[in-house]
C-alpha cells in the first residue's frame, strides 16, 4: 500500500484523490495547500488525516512514501524537485514542466535517489490507447491523423467578466497547448512516435493567453495534426485515415467508443473499457511502479513525455507562446 500525499486542492486534485481511494492501492496521508483554511476545508472533504503549508515539512513526513502533484504549472518544478530529493515517488500532474531540459533535471534526480517519477497523463496508462494502435493495423499504411480536444473552459467566462483565474493566465506558465493540446500530442507521440517536424499557430486572447491553436506534425510517410482549444467545443472527434480506412475515436484524451471504417463500405464499433473516474489508471499504474520499484518501466513512459515536451517546446517557439524566464 502506497502512502500518498497531494500538493493542491484544485478540481483535479478532488478529483485524484477519489480515483486513488477507488483503486484500493494507496492511502492519502497528507495534503499541502498554501492556506491553511484550504486545505482543511479540503482534507475534511476527501477524509485525509494531515493538512500542511509548508513543503519541507511534507518532504520530511515518514509516513509519506508518493507525492501526487497538482499546483498551477509554475510550481510543478520546484516542488517535484524537492519531493524527489526528499527520496518520494512523484507523479507530477500534467505538463509535468514547460521544458525537456527541466523534464531531465527531474529525471537524473529521481534515478539518484532511486524512485519512480512519472507525469501524470492519463493517456498513457488507459488501456483504450493500447486498442486503438491494435485496431490502425485494419487500416492499411496511415497517411493521416487529426487527433482533436476541444473543450470549452467553464474558466473562460470568468475570463470575460474581468476575472483572470489561474487557468487563464499566462504567467503561470498556462496556454491552451500546455493545458489541453498536451492531451493530443502524447497520444500523437504514443501512437506514431517523433515527427520530423513541427509547425502550427494559435490565437491569442488580450491578455496574452494562446486559447486554440494548432500543431502540425510531419512524419516521412504520414502527417499528424493537433487541434485543441479551452475556448470552444467540438463535435468532431479524433480521426486516423488509412489507405484502407478509417479509425474515429471520440475523445482522444479519454477513448470510449470507437468505429473502424473501411473503404468497402464496412463498419465496426469498439466499446472500450471505462472508469467512471478518468484518473483511475493512472492511479493504479503508478503505485504498481512504485510499490515494485519499476524504474525501467517508468522511463519508457519518461522517454515519451520528453518527446511530447520537445514537440510542445518546437510549436511554442514557431507561435510566440513564451513563458516568464524564457527567452
Do not use: W
Request: hydrophobic share 40%; proline share 4%; charged share 25%.
Amino acid at each position: 500500500m502506497v502512502r500518498l500525499a497531494i500538493i493542491g486542492t484544485s478540481k483535479i486534485a478532488a478529483t485524484f484523490a477519489q480515483a486513488a481511494r477507488m483503486s484500493g492501492c494507496c492511502s492519502l496521508e497528507a495534503v499541502y495547500s498554501r492556506k491553511e483554511e484550504t486545505g482543511k476545508a479540503f482534507a475534511q472533504i476527501q477524509n485525509i488525516p494531515k493538512v500542511t503549508v509548508s513543503l519541507e515539512e511534507l518532504a520530511a513526513m515518514d509516513g509519506v512514501d508518493a507525492v501526487y502533484i497538482a499546483s498551477p504549472n509554475s510550481c510543478h518544478g520546484s516542488q517535484a524537485l524537492a519531493m524527489l530529493k526528499a527520496g518520494k515517488h512523484v507523479l507530477l500532474e500534467k505538463p509535468a514542466v514547460p521544458t525537456e531540459r527541466e523534464f531531465q533535471a527531474l529525471e537524473e534526480e529521481a534515478d539518484r535517489q532511486g524512485v519512480i517519477f512519472l507525469e501524470a497523463m492519463r493517456t498513457a496508462f488507459d488501456p483504450g490507447m493500447d486498442r486503438i494502435k491494435e485496431l490502425l493495423e485494419q487500416i492499411g499504411p496511415v497517411r493521416r491523423a487529426t487527433l482533436e480536444y476541444s473543450q470549452y473552459s467553464s474558466r473562460y467566462d470568468a475570463y470575460k467578466r474581468g476575472e483572470i483565474l489561474n487557468a487563464f493566465n499566462p504567467a503561470l506558465a498556462n496556454a491552451a497547448v500546455m493545458d489541453i493540446g498536451v492531451y493530443a500530442v502524447y497520444s500523437l507521440v504514443r501512437l506514431f512516435g517523433e515527427p520530423q517536424s513541427v509547425c502550427g499557430t494559435s490565437v491569442f486572447l488580450k491578455n496574452g493567453m494562446e486559447g486554440i491553436g494548432t500543431i502540425l506534425a510531419g512524419y516521412p510517410d504520414m502527417i499528424g495534426e493537433v487541434l485543441y482549444s479551452k475556448i470552444t467545443d467540438s463535435a468532431r472527434g479524433s480521426q486516423i485515415e488509412g489507405e484502407k480506412g478509417s479509425v474515429l475515436i471520440d475523445r482522444i484524451e479519454q477513448p470510449g467508443r470507437i468505429v473502424v471504417k473501411t473503404r468497402g463500405g464496412e463498419e465496426q464499433e469498439i466499446l472500450l473499457e471505462s472508469q467512471e473516474n478518468p484518473l483511475y489508471f493512472e492511479v493504479k499504474e503508478f503505485c504498481r511502479m512504485a510499490e515494485g520499484g519499476l524504474r525501467e518501466e517508468a522511463a519508457v513512459h519518461r522517454e515519451r513525455t520528453r518527446i511530447q515536451l520537445r514537440i510542445m517546446e518546437e510549436f511554442r517557439k514557431k507561435s510566440g507562446i513564451v513563458f516568464p524566464g524564457e527567452g
